[in-house]
């Protein structure tokens, strides 16, 4: 009867390389998959930022008949808020019945 029988040799060694080989394959999917949804999560914040800065910018115009003299003002009086050390606001002020020019930069 051991004639017709075929026994394949133990070869744990490969089983070890191929094990991780998909254990290294999974961490790397893992990953990368964190990084896509940090990245885009940073762009979102990005773009919520400027729609709140331009909301604010305009509804102070619409309220109180003047754009706000300074990025300050609008943290002041209507609720903006950011952090300083993840983005730099530009607010330059072109005059007195023309929309400010804001430049928000994402800091690295």
Not at 2 to 23: D, E, G
Not at 26 to 54: H, K, M, P, W
Not at 87 to 105: H, L, Q, S, W
Request: glycine share 4%; aromatic share 16%; net charge negative.
């Amino acid at each position: 009867m051991a004639r017709f029988q075929y026994r394949k040799p133990n070869s744990s060694y490969r089983n070890l390389i191929i094990s991780i080989v998909i254990f290294s394959c999974i961490i790397f999917c893992f990953f990368y998959g964190l990084n896509t949804v940090s990245s885009r999560t940073d762009a979102e914040a990005l773009a919520s930022l400027e729609n709140a800065v331009q909301q604010g910018v305009t509804h102070c115009y619409a309220v109180e008949g003047v754009y706000p003299e300074s990025l300050d003002y609008l943290k002041e009086h209507y609720g903006i808020s950011y952090d300083p050390d993840k983005y730099y606001v530009d607010y330059r002020i072109e005059g007195a019945n023309i929309m400010p020019d804001v430049t928000i930069i994402k800091k690295y």
